[in-house]
Protein backbone atom coordinates (compact mmCIF):
# COMPACT_ATOMS: atom_id res chain seq x y z
CA UNK A 1 0.00 0.00 0.00
CA UNK A 2 1.34 3.51 -0.88
CA UNK A 3 0.13 6.44 1.47
CA UNK A 4 1.06 10.03 1.35
CA UNK A 5 3.37 9.41 4.56
CA UNK A 6 6.15 7.01 4.32
CA UNK A 7 6.33 7.60 8.40
CA UNK A 8 3.47 9.38 9.97
CA UNK A 9 3.87 9.01 14.37
CA UNK A 10 1.64 10.45 16.95
CA UNK A 11 2.52 11.17 20.37
CA UNK A 12 5.58 9.03 20.58
CA UNK A 13 6.53 8.19 24.31
CA UNK A 14 9.79 6.47 25.53
CA UNK A 15 10.83 6.93 28.95
CA UNK A 16 14.53 5.20 29.98
CA UNK A 17 14.32 5.25 33.86
CA UNK A 18 14.50 8.79 35.32
CA UNK A 19 15.21 10.01 31.69
CA UNK A 20 12.14 10.75 29.49
CA UNK A 21 13.83 10.51 26.30
CA UNK A 22 10.85 11.20 23.86
CA UNK A 23 7.88 13.18 25.04
CA UNK A 24 4.90 13.30 22.30
CA UNK A 25 7.13 12.82 18.86
CA UNK A 26 4.74 13.55 16.08
CA UNK A 27 6.24 13.21 12.63
CA UNK A 28 5.17 13.43 8.94
CA UNK A 29 7.62 12.73 6.21
CA UNK A 30 5.93 12.64 2.83
CA UNK A 31 6.29 9.21 0.54
CA UNK A 32 9.90 10.25 -1.66
CA UNK A 33 11.44 12.49 0.46
CA UNK A 34 14.38 13.10 2.75
CA UNK A 35 13.12 14.47 6.38
CA UNK A 36 16.27 16.13 8.45
CA UNK A 37 16.01 15.28 12.13
CA UNK A 38 18.00 17.72 13.72
CA UNK A 39 18.80 18.12 17.74
CA UNK A 40 21.40 18.88 20.22
CA UNK A 41 22.79 16.18 21.57
CA UNK A 42 20.40 14.31 24.19
CA UNK A 43 17.22 15.17 22.32
CA UNK A 44 16.02 12.07 21.63
CA UNK A 45 16.91 11.46 17.67
CA UNK A 46 18.26 7.93 18.14
CA UNK A 47 16.21 6.99 20.46
CA UNK A 48 13.43 8.20 17.56
CA UNK A 49 15.11 6.05 15.06
CA UNK A 50 15.40 3.68 17.42
CA UNK A 51 11.56 3.43 17.82
CA UNK A 52 10.51 3.79 14.26
CA UNK A 53 12.97 0.70 13.37
CA UNK A 54 11.00 -1.39 15.89
CA UNK A 55 14.42 -1.72 17.88
CA UNK A 56 12.81 -0.39 20.97
CA UNK A 57 9.12 -0.61 21.68
CA UNK A 58 7.44 2.87 22.47
CA UNK A 59 5.86 3.37 25.95
CA UNK A 60 2.63 5.24 24.10
CA UNK A 61 2.09 6.88 21.17
CA UNK A 62 1.34 5.32 17.50
CA UNK A 63 3.32 5.08 14.28
CA UNK A 64 2.76 4.18 10.71
CA UNK A 65 5.84 3.10 8.22
CA UNK A 66 5.57 2.44 4.80
CA UNK A 67 1.48 1.97 5.42
CA UNK A 68 2.09 -0.13 8.15
CA UNK A 69 1.65 0.19 11.87
CA UNK A 70 5.02 -0.18 13.96
CA UNK A 71 3.78 -2.22 16.60
CA UNK A 72 1.15 -4.55 15.61
CA UNK A 73 2.64 -5.36 12.14
CA UNK A 74 6.51 -4.89 13.39
CA UNK A 75 7.52 -7.76 10.76
CA UNK A 76 6.28 -5.81 7.60
CA UNK A 77 7.89 -2.52 9.22
CA UNK A 78 10.46 -4.40 8.88
CA UNK A 79 10.41 -5.71 5.43
CA UNK A 80 9.95 -2.01 4.39
CA UNK A 81 12.50 -0.26 6.18
CA UNK A 82 16.86 -0.11 5.70
CA UNK A 83 18.69 1.01 8.64
CA UNK A 84 22.21 1.90 9.36
CA UNK A 85 22.96 3.31 13.01
CA UNK A 86 25.36 5.48 15.08
CA UNK A 87 27.44 2.49 15.74
CA UNK A 88 27.93 -0.11 12.42
CA UNK A 89 26.61 -3.48 11.96
CA UNK A 90 29.12 -5.32 9.73
CA UNK A 91 31.01 -8.20 10.77
CA UNK A 92 34.47 -7.57 10.87
CA UNK A 93 35.79 -10.84 10.52
CA UNK A 94 34.50 -10.88 6.61
CA UNK A 95 35.23 -9.27 4.09
CA UNK A 96 33.10 -6.26 2.25
CA UNK A 97 31.65 -8.69 -0.24
CA UNK A 98 31.60 -11.59 2.19
CA UNK A 99 29.52 -9.34 4.47
CA UNK A 100 27.07 -7.91 1.67
CA UNK A 101 26.35 -11.39 -0.14
CA UNK A 102 25.43 -12.63 3.75
CA UNK A 103 23.14 -9.81 3.87
CA UNK A 104 21.73 -10.42 0.59
CA UNK A 105 21.49 -14.29 1.14
CA UNK A 106 19.33 -13.51 4.79
CA UNK A 107 17.08 -10.98 3.20
CA UNK A 108 16.88 -13.74 0.33
CA UNK A 109 17.44 -11.32 -2.36
CA UNK A 110 18.13 -12.19 -6.20
CA UNK A 111 21.44 -12.85 -7.60
CA UNK A 112 23.48 -11.83 -4.13
CA UNK A 113 26.57 -12.34 -5.81
CA UNK A 114 25.51 -9.11 -8.48
CA UNK A 115 23.47 -7.18 -6.05
CA UNK A 116 27.12 -6.93 -3.74
CA UNK A 117 29.15 -6.06 -6.36
CA UNK A 118 26.30 -3.33 -7.37
CA UNK A 119 26.82 -1.64 -3.97
CA UNK A 120 30.61 -2.10 -3.32
CA UNK A 121 31.21 0.02 -6.81
CA UNK A 122 28.36 2.41 -5.66
CA UNK A 123 30.29 3.10 -2.60
CA UNK A 124 33.77 3.19 -3.89
CA UNK A 125 34.52 -0.09 -2.25
CA UNK A 126 35.37 -2.18 -5.38
CA UNK A 127 39.07 -2.27 -4.41
CA UNK A 128 38.63 -2.91 -0.72
CA UNK A 129 35.93 -5.44 -1.23
CA UNK A 130 38.02 -8.47 -0.60
CA UNK A 131 39.67 -7.02 2.70
CA UNK A 132 38.48 -8.32 6.09
CA UNK A 133 36.16 -5.35 6.89
CA UNK A 134 38.12 -4.83 10.38
CA UNK A 135 40.86 -3.37 8.22
CA UNK A 136 38.22 -0.60 6.63
CA UNK A 137 39.06 3.08 7.83
CA UNK A 138 35.86 4.29 9.82
CA UNK A 139 34.51 5.87 6.67
CA UNK A 140 34.65 2.90 4.43
CA UNK A 141 32.79 0.82 7.17
CA UNK A 142 30.79 3.30 7.35
CA UNK A 143 29.82 2.80 3.40
CA UNK A 144 29.85 -0.78 3.68
CA UNK A 145 27.25 -0.20 6.55
CA UNK A 146 24.91 1.99 4.67
CA UNK A 147 25.44 -0.84 1.33
CA UNK A 148 24.12 -3.54 4.00
CA UNK A 149 21.28 -1.53 4.48
CA UNK A 150 20.17 -1.20 0.59
CA UNK A 151 20.81 -4.52 0.13
CA UNK A 152 16.67 -5.16 -0.12
CA UNK A 153 15.58 -1.53 -1.61
CA UNK A 154 14.37 0.03 1.02
CA UNK A 155 10.97 2.04 0.94
CA UNK A 156 11.86 4.15 3.82
CA UNK A 157 15.92 4.45 5.30
CA UNK A 158 16.52 5.22 8.11
CA UNK A 159 20.45 6.78 8.48
CA UNK A 160 21.46 8.00 11.60
CA UNK A 161 24.35 10.68 11.59
CA UNK A 162 25.29 8.99 8.17
CA UNK A 163 28.48 11.17 7.81
CA UNK A 164 29.90 11.90 11.45
CA UNK A 165 33.58 12.08 11.36
CA UNK A 166 33.84 11.34 7.70
CA UNK A 167 36.15 13.35 5.44
CA UNK A 168 34.69 15.39 2.59
CA UNK A 169 34.54 12.50 -0.14
CA UNK A 170 33.52 10.04 1.75
CA UNK A 171 30.29 12.61 2.78
CA UNK A 172 30.32 13.19 -0.98
CA UNK A 173 29.49 9.92 -1.74
CA UNK A 174 27.25 9.17 1.16
CA UNK A 175 25.20 12.60 -0.23
CA UNK A 176 24.69 11.24 -3.64
CA UNK A 177 23.91 8.16 -2.86
CA UNK A 178 20.99 9.42 -0.33
CA UNK A 179 19.78 11.61 -3.33
CA UNK A 180 19.90 8.91 -5.82
CA UNK A 181 17.92 6.92 -3.46
CA UNK A 182 15.24 9.34 -3.42
CA UNK A 183 15.17 9.94 -7.36
CA UNK A 184 14.59 6.39 -7.51
CA UNK A 185 11.28 6.58 -4.75
CA UNK A 186 13.01 5.65 -1.41
CA UNK A 187 12.18 7.75 1.64
CA UNK A 188 15.06 9.13 3.90
CA UNK A 189 14.96 9.90 7.75
CA UNK A 190 18.61 11.02 8.28
CA UNK A 191 19.38 12.84 11.69
CA UNK A 192 22.19 14.55 11.42
CA UNK A 193 24.57 17.31 13.52
CA UNK A 194 25.65 18.85 10.50
CA UNK A 195 23.46 22.04 9.37
CA UNK A 196 25.00 22.17 6.16
CA UNK A 197 23.75 18.16 5.68
CA UNK A 198 20.46 19.33 6.46
CA UNK A 199 20.72 22.03 4.14
CA UNK A 200 21.62 20.18 1.21
CA UNK A 201 19.24 17.13 1.55
CA UNK A 202 16.56 17.65 3.16
CA UNK A 203 13.19 18.80 1.76
CA UNK A 204 11.63 19.38 5.49
CA UNK A 205 13.09 19.52 8.58
CA UNK A 206 12.16 18.60 12.05
CA UNK A 207 14.02 20.07 15.08
CA UNK A 208 13.55 18.05 17.80
CA UNK A 209 14.45 19.57 21.44
CA UNK A 210 13.77 17.23 24.26
CA UNK A 211 12.42 14.65 22.93
CA UNK A 212 9.53 16.77 21.14
CA UNK A 213 9.43 18.24 17.17
CA UNK A 214 10.03 22.00 18.06
CA UNK A 215 9.96 23.17 14.88
CA UNK A 216 8.95 21.76 11.01
CA UNK A 217 9.59 23.21 8.28
CA UNK A 218 11.46 23.14 4.90
CA UNK A 219 15.27 24.46 5.42
CA UNK A 220 14.15 27.88 3.70
CA UNK A 221 10.68 28.13 6.18
CA UNK A 222 12.95 27.63 8.74
CA UNK A 223 15.73 30.37 7.66
CA UNK A 224 12.72 32.86 7.36
CA UNK A 225 11.91 32.39 11.21
CA UNK A 226 15.34 33.86 11.42
CA UNK A 227 15.05 36.94 9.03
CA UNK A 228 18.70 38.31 7.26
CA UNK A 229 20.91 40.36 9.78
CA UNK A 230 21.59 43.47 8.37
CA UNK A 231 24.27 46.07 9.69
CA UNK A 232 25.22 49.86 8.65
CA UNK A 233 28.42 51.43 10.25
CA UNK A 234 28.44 54.66 9.86
CA UNK A 235 31.67 57.76 9.98
CA UNK A 236 29.79 60.12 12.14
CA UNK A 237 27.23 59.50 15.25
CA UNK A 238 25.40 62.36 13.73
CA UNK A 239 23.82 60.11 10.69
CA UNK A 240 23.14 56.98 13.03
CA UNK A 241 19.42 58.29 13.50
CA UNK A 242 18.93 58.85 9.67
CA UNK A 243 20.73 55.47 8.69
CA UNK A 244 18.17 53.60 11.24
CA UNK A 245 15.17 55.33 10.47
CA UNK A 246 16.04 53.66 6.62
CA UNK A 247 16.39 50.21 8.04
CA UNK A 248 13.39 51.43 9.67
CA UNK A 249 11.35 51.16 6.62
CA UNK A 250 13.28 49.18 4.41
CA UNK A 251 13.32 45.99 7.44
CA UNK A 252 9.93 47.28 9.27
CA UNK A 253 12.33 46.04 12.36
CA UNK A 254 12.91 47.84 15.32
CA UNK A 255 16.75 48.49 14.83
CA UNK A 256 19.21 48.14 17.69
CA UNK A 257 22.60 50.28 17.95
CA UNK A 258 26.00 50.02 18.71
CA UNK A 259 27.00 53.50 19.80
CA UNK A 260 30.50 52.05 20.21
CA UNK A 261 31.01 51.22 16.41
CA UNK A 262 28.11 54.09 15.28
CA UNK A 263 26.69 50.95 14.08
CA UNK A 264 23.02 50.22 13.60
CA UNK A 265 21.50 46.72 13.24
CA UNK A 266 18.00 45.65 12.52
CA UNK A 267 16.89 41.74 11.48
CA UNK A 268 15.04 41.67 8.33
CA UNK A 269 12.06 39.37 7.35
CA UNK A 270 12.23 40.63 3.75
CA UNK A 271 14.58 37.98 1.51
CA UNK A 272 14.29 40.50 -1.38
CA UNK A 273 16.56 42.89 0.31
CA UNK A 274 20.03 43.55 -1.00
CA UNK A 275 22.95 45.02 -0.36
CA UNK A 276 23.11 47.32 -4.02
CA UNK A 277 19.91 48.07 -2.42
CA UNK A 278 20.43 49.03 0.71
CA UNK A 279 23.37 51.01 -0.03
CA UNK A 280 21.43 52.89 -2.23
CA UNK A 281 18.42 54.03 0.04
CA UNK A 282 21.22 54.91 2.36
CA UNK A 283 22.66 57.02 -0.18
CA UNK A 284 20.02 59.06 -1.48
CA UNK A 285 19.15 59.78 2.15
CA UNK A 286 22.62 61.39 2.72
CA UNK A 287 24.40 59.01 4.76
CA UNK A 288 28.06 58.79 4.80
CA UNK A 289 28.66 54.85 4.97
CA UNK A 290 31.87 52.50 6.52
CA UNK A 291 30.29 49.36 5.79
CA UNK A 292 27.12 47.50 5.37
CA UNK A 293 26.17 43.79 5.35
CA UNK A 294 23.54 41.58 4.70
CA UNK A 295 23.82 38.28 6.74
CA UNK A 296 21.55 35.72 5.33
CA UNK A 297 20.45 33.31 8.21
CA UNK A 298 22.10 29.71 8.39
CA UNK A 299 20.66 26.63 9.77
CA UNK A 300 23.29 27.56 12.59
CA UNK A 301 21.48 30.49 13.57
CA UNK A 302 17.90 28.33 13.05
CA UNK A 303 19.53 25.88 15.71
CA UNK A 304 20.75 28.30 18.46
CA UNK A 305 17.91 30.21 18.26
CA UNK A 306 14.77 27.34 18.44
CA UNK A 307 16.81 25.08 20.56
CA UNK A 308 17.24 25.32 24.20
CA UNK A 309 20.73 25.92 24.35
CA UNK A 310 20.48 24.74 28.38
CA UNK A 311 19.25 20.79 28.24
CA UNK A 312 20.60 18.01 29.68
CA UNK A 313 23.80 16.94 27.18
CA UNK A 314 24.21 13.38 26.21
CA UNK A 315 27.84 12.37 27.52
N1 LIG B 1 19.38 2.83 26.76
C1 LIG B 1 19.30 3.96 27.44
N2 LIG B 1 19.27 3.98 28.80
C2 LIG B 1 19.16 5.13 29.49
N3 LIG B 1 19.07 6.34 28.93
C3 LIG B 1 19.09 6.41 27.60
C4 LIG B 1 19.20 5.24 26.78
N4 LIG B 1 19.18 5.62 25.48
C5 LIG B 1 19.07 6.96 25.50
N5 LIG B 1 19.01 7.44 26.75
C6 LIG B 1 18.85 8.87 27.15
O1 LIG B 1 17.77 9.41 26.40
C7 LIG B 1 18.05 10.73 25.98
C8 LIG B 1 17.99 10.81 24.47
O2 LIG B 1 19.07 10.09 23.92
P1 LIG B 1 19.32 9.91 22.36
O3 LIG B 1 20.45 8.95 22.20
O4 LIG B 1 18.05 9.57 21.70
O5 LIG B 1 19.76 11.38 21.94
P2 LIG B 1 20.32 11.92 20.55
O6 LIG B 1 19.45 13.06 20.16
O7 LIG B 1 20.47 10.81 19.59
O8 LIG B 1 21.75 12.48 20.99
P3 LIG B 1 23.16 12.52 20.17
O9 LIG B 1 23.11 13.77 19.35
O10 LIG B 1 24.18 12.65 21.28
O11 LIG B 1 23.30 11.27 19.37
C9 LIG B 1 19.42 11.07 26.57
O12 LIG B 1 19.22 11.74 27.78
C10 LIG B 1 20.04 9.72 26.79
O13 LIG B 1 20.99 9.77 27.83
MG1 LIG C 1 22.11 10.00 18.58
Redesign the pocket.
Known amino acids: MTSTYAVLSEGLEKR??A?H?LRGLDLAVATGTVCGIL?P???????AVRLLTTLLRPDAGSARIAGHDLVREAAAVRRKIGVTG?YASVDGDLTGRENLRLFARLHRVRGPAERAGELLDRFGLAEAANRAASTYSGGMRRRLDLAASLIRRPEVLFLD?PTTGLDPASRNLIWSAVRDLTAEGTTVLL?T?YLEEADQLAHDIALVDRGRVAHTGSPAQLKSLIGTHVEVVVADADVLAKAAAVLDRLTGAQPSFDHERNAVGAVSRDSTLTLPRLVRELDAAGVPLLDASLRPPTLDDVFLQLTDDHQ?R?A
Open positions: FGVAGNGAGKTTQETQEA
